[in-house]
């Protein structure tokens, strides 16, 4: 095969599969060139009938055909990236439309599609050369010279905010930081590590509650204000990435415990069923409603979503499910939609998936003000509806209720007329019901593990899955504190307090209040949705606000003030409440590590080991030093001292969390001092200890297993250890870690009959993803694969290196997934398995692989190469690189890692303590009321989070 017939191979491969485009071009080959002619037309035609159907996949393969008869046809080619583009290939789309310009220079529209297709890859400067291009041969265009004003306006802008930042010493461009990979989330917490941290105590939260409400009111120009408009600008993109996973667990958990859903828009979308019914369709949820509504008699919806990747994900949804050419998606806020003839008119370029832009700082502040980088709304394949909607569907839901702004918009859309004033809205009520919940660590293998408690705090809430939580007890009978009816009277208030009493069922301290919502979908009392906690259904996610401790007697009544304003609910104690005590909030630390201390079963097996190994060596020597990698806590530490340990020096990389073990430690009576012979804490990289000669360590107990179990590092800090800081034969705990696998179909279940496999591409982790599979639908295809098996007083099996393994399947299915899961030897009496199938649960989740589908029938083998380098795992069935397209998309990828950028440059913008100060305050103050700002609740928490950290 010649050069040029592998490239035009390569070319439609995207549309053909590469097998499909070399069969074809060989009986293109083999044909003469009349018949060549005539085949090409023929297929063109077939692909323009099918573009003029929105069927984009048929039509993109049809062009794809004819190219291989007529490769050079310009008109072809930019027929491909048009297809391209409109599935979000957009490399493939640029490929096209590049050879189309190379086969027509002087015809505009390749120019223009060449301009589309740069655009949406986010390359702009290149974009408007195209487009400028494109003007200069058809300079007649207003809607191309429209294009060439915003993009020229747009990049004056980040231009100048790029030399604002430049002046005010921001840029971080330069010098070693600057030049750095993206790093992980681990990682930028601790690029921060050694800032100055104020306390966050309990009033300071309060107080940024009071402080919003007159800012967003006065809205002074001061740093703090231009902080947080930076701040507004970074979370949409965190949003963007973040969220498709989110919804989908979220939303899957919910719809399947309430099939009442899916009932209750068949029944209403039934009701209103005619020639020209219209339903507005805002939020994603899984895009079950619009789909739903359409099959039901609703003549046309229109979704309205303003996050990049839930709008291509509507799109597909409608495609697959063959309604597309009746579901049309409007990108923007449904508030910035004022008439419904605004989702009429000619079609707008789509914005690309990943075009997120970049923080740009101005010079006010240590972190910036950013340019808008967001694309304006716009129209997608919107046709006029002929009279305003007559059907609501809000999807606009999370763990809070409220914080995606639901209210506002079913406000706004009644207010702007888009809805008919007897429109149905679906839900037509939404009530939040709240019990107050002890949920603290107190006793853990007899030591006061109390300690921890103080990074259970938020600034806002924390979604949980309370029917999962061991640790979490509900004290009070539930009680509904407020409702809201969804209809043209529905008021959108400041804030609404009010004073609600509750009855304690079980003596206890109450520190949080859990809340969740109640949809009675048709005001009918009959299809009601709740996200409660379920032990049915345990995944349902809720809202978890922590609050002061305080203690509560069974039988008491005890108050509490309930508040709300249009995005958010809020709890909070009367400053009359019996035994409050106001809290400090020094820090936060990631969530897994209070899952971590409350696992009884890592503790009890930690614990249980390490005393028994101190026995053992106290048998045969009259002294034991333990070295504690990783134990800031100080729990295994403190069971070690308890067998007889002569000293314990315990390492941990968070300072935050060796205050809390120091503390721990002492109130269990076992700190001192480092001459003192006990317990000595410190927070410091295990490989920067030193140990004088004859006071090795003969136990090393090392607390550095991730779900993965290399990811923390623990093959290449054993190495250390046993090479400068362990006596020869010293007892390592855990002893051995076997790795296993199986191969797993992982797919996103239909609800009400709706086809919803275009999600799964969206559960793709750029290593592993960490899933609880007792609660994920899967199905197991293969037999347990072994691994590796790493024998920790070895050296020889810690070694990196390349292995094969076999799969053996058992079942028909397609493997999209590789589940890793290890059992780890704490030594020869104790073991923990974190496989799927293991009846003792730990905090652990399992580690998924997603891969290219690869189809298995029973009793096959598939071959596969593994590989180790200490620290990553990688598992490879030999697929070509470029069917990885099927398993993720390639513009979230993209995406991804420039939020890790734009959040390693957030970090190392603020890093002087006073501008870390200010950029603390501004995150708690929007985590506070987020909603009000338009960042999603569960972002605007997690970035306050990584900031306190």
Known sequence: MTGDSEAVVALCSAALGSGDARELLSTFQSLPPHMLAQAADLLRTQGSAAFGKKDYEEAGRCYAQALLALPADAKLLSNLAACHLALGRHEAACEAATRAVAAAPTWSKAHYRLGCALEALERKEDALRAYTEALSLEGGDATLRARVSALQ??????????????????????GAAGDSAAPDVTSMSASVEDLFR?????????????????????????PADTTLRGLQSLLPRITAVHSPKRDL???????????????????????????STTAIHVGTGLGVAPVLAIRAGITRAVSVESRPFHCSLLKAIAATNRVGDRIDVYSGQLDQITSMSLLAGPPAPPAAPSSLGDL????????????????????????????????????LLEPGALGLRALPAVHHAFRAGLLDRSALVLPARIAITATLVENRTSTVEGFDMSGVNTFRWSPGYQAVQAAREASMTPLTDPIEVFAFTLDEHLQLTAVINARKAMRVKTAGIANAMLFWFSLDMLGDGQHIVSSGPLEKFPDCSQALQYLDDVPVKEGSHIDVFASHNSTRVWFDWPRDTPGLKLASHRSAVPLWQLESVGDRVRSAGYAGAVSRAVRDILKARPACRVLDVGGGTGLVAMAAMRAGASHVEACDGSKHVVAIGQETVRRNGFLRGRSDGKIHLQAADVRTLTVPAGQQYDVLVHELVDYGALGEGIIPLIRHCRAALLQPHA????????????????????????????????????????????????????????????????????????????????????????????QMDLDDEASISTAPSSTAQTHWLQ???????????????????????????????????????????????????????????????????????RTTDAALALACQPGLLGVDPHDAAAVAAMLCA
Not at 203 to 212: M, P, S, V
Not at 773 to 800: K, W, Y
């Open 249 to 275: 667990s979220f939303w899957s958990a919910l719809l399947a415990a309430n099939p009442a859903y899916v009932t209750a828009i068949e029944t209403a979308a039934a009701r209103l069923a005619g020639p």
């Open 731 to 822: 007892r390592i705990i855990p002893a051995r870690i076997a790795l296993k696998a199986l191969l797993v179909s992982i797919t996103t279940p239909a609800f009400g009959g709706v086809d919803l496999a275009a999600w799964d591409r969206y559960r793709w982790a750029p290593n592993y993803a960490g899933i609880d599979m007792r609660f994920t639908p899967h199905v197991i295809l293969s037999e347990e694969a072994s691994l590796f098996d790493f024998s920790f007083d070895n050296l020889a099996s810690l070694e990196a290196r390349i292995a094969e393994t076999t799969f053996v399947a058992i079942r028909a299915g397609i493997a999209n997934a590789v589940l890793t899961y290890f």
């Open 360 to 395: 740009q700082p101005s010079s006010s502040a240590n972190l910036a003000d950013a340019t808008p980088a967001q694309p304006a709304p716009h129209k997608v394949d919107a046709v006029p509806p002929p009279v305003p909607a007559a059907l609501l569907l809000v999807d």
């Open 198 to 222: 104020p306390e966050y105590s309990t009033e300071r939260i309060r107080a940024a509650h009071e402080q919003f409400f007159a800012r967003n009111r006065v809205a002074p120009a001061n």
């Open 847 to 917: 580690a998924v692989r997603f891969i290219a589908p690869i189809a298995v029938t029973p009793g096959a083998t598939l071959p596969a190469a593994v590989g180790h380098n200490g620290v990553d795992l990688a598992i490879d069935f030999g697929q070509p690189p470029e069917t990885l397209s099927t398993a993720y998309d390639a513009n979230w990828l993209s995406a991804h890692t420039a939020t890790q950028q734009l959040v390693s440059k957030m970090l190392q913008a603020v890093a002087a303590p006073d501008a870390h100060h």
């Open 153 to 174: 306006g747009e990049l004056a802008e980040k231009k100048m905010a790029a030399r604002l930042l430049e002046q005010a010493g921001m840029s971080g461009e330069s």
